[in-house]
């Protein structure tokens, strides 16, 4: 793994909720409409980390692992924190649905684990756990 840099990003962006750490601008989101364990997650055509596979920016990635989503089986990466360590979300490395390959290198930011632009976090309900567009199938 090449070096790891924490920098503060400019314009609207999402940070961790333990440390502050700036992880993705609101221009790179996708799609607001995921679901994970927790409740609400954004997909992002990239993360700060995403700089190239030497260079990681406020984030660093898990080692890859297939997991079955509510959507298929996806080939993905956890994403952690450089600031405190904490997982905050997972990278689509292969998704082995055709319908599903427009997620492939976007990552997923977990809604219950940043804060938004505007300081705001994101709180577990129990309909959290019901349905979704993706998430561990467990």
Known sequence: ???L???NLEGKIYSCKHCRTHLALCEDIVSKSF???HGKA???????GMVDCLLRVN?????REERMMMTGLHTVADIFCVGCGSIVGWKYETAHEKSQK????KSVLERFKVSGPDGSNYWVSHEAHV???DADDV
């Not at 954004?42 to 700060?48: D, N």
């Not at 984030?59 to 080692?63: A, D, F, K, L």
Request: net charge positive.
């Open 5 to 7: 840099f924490v920098v």
């Open 102 to 105: 427009y997620k492939e290198g």
């Open 131 to 133: 349905g979704g567009s």
């Open 42 to 48: 954004y997909l992002f055509s990239k993360v700060a």
């Open 1 to 3: 793994m090449g070096r």
């Open 35 to 37: 679901h994970c364990r």
């Open 59 to 63: 984030v660093s990635v898990g080692e």
